[in-house]
């Protein structure tokens, strides 16, 4: 198959080399077995050249005005719960990335396919020896939805990473009066699979989002506590609690790894 992989963000050259997250995995498995070009910022691949298209982003993407210059299979990793379900009939396939985005879309009778996962080959439990340092780790950028404040009277107990937001100024106030630990900016992805691997709880109190934050934290072997009101993010929690005998790790890699993640980006685009 002759894929083009599109990210269609003008700031995702710049984020690119910081990103390592199961999407990208899984599309460098599938570069293994077939050809694939990628498409950053605003670039479009040309007409009836591919096999297929694939990209990553919401229901009202501005690459859905694209489209229809397409002839060949397309296909979309949904990135939250939809809003724009007309954009979704133009596809072949939408990948959700999880069971209640991907209970939405095919309730309204749209091809869903339920895919995601990390890359179970990089985030790994740390060795035995490894020092856990960390008593709370938090992975988000600064913003209301991502609700540091409410976790923010851990104090220097808890180490919270990520860029700050327009509207993120009031949590990252809240994390520093309270004495949080605090990282500012997009970080090499070493440095935050050392971080969950140096840390003995993750939490995500987001109200929505974090979903690869959670399957990274199982990955590493650590069960994150999830705010209830996150359904999409807590119905991976609500699966693993439900697979019984598992350990994080082996949940993960049984269900969400990149290949498992890539094997079905190609049932849905073949």
Known sequence: MNLAMIWFWDRASEIMPYWRDGLRAAIEYIEKYHHVAWYLDKQVPPEDYYDAILFWGDSECPFFQELSKYSCKKGLCLSTMPTNFENLRKLDAVFCESQPVYEAVRAQGIRAIKAFGTDVAYFTPPPDTFKKDIEYFYPATFSPWKKQSDIAHLGDQLLCVGTVQP?????????????????????????????????????????????????????CGIIPEVNPENIKTHSYIDEFNKSGYLFPRDFVVKNYSHIVYAKKILQGLQ
Do not use: W
């Open 167 to 219: 509207d993120g100024q009031g949590e990252l106030e809240a994390c520093r009066k309270a004495g949080v630990r605090i990282e500012i900016g997009y970080f090499p992805a070493e440095k935050i699979r050392e971080y969950y691997q140096r840390s003995k709880r993750v939490l995500i109190p987001a109200i929505h989002g974090s979903e690869r934050t959670c399957i990274e934290s199982l990955s």
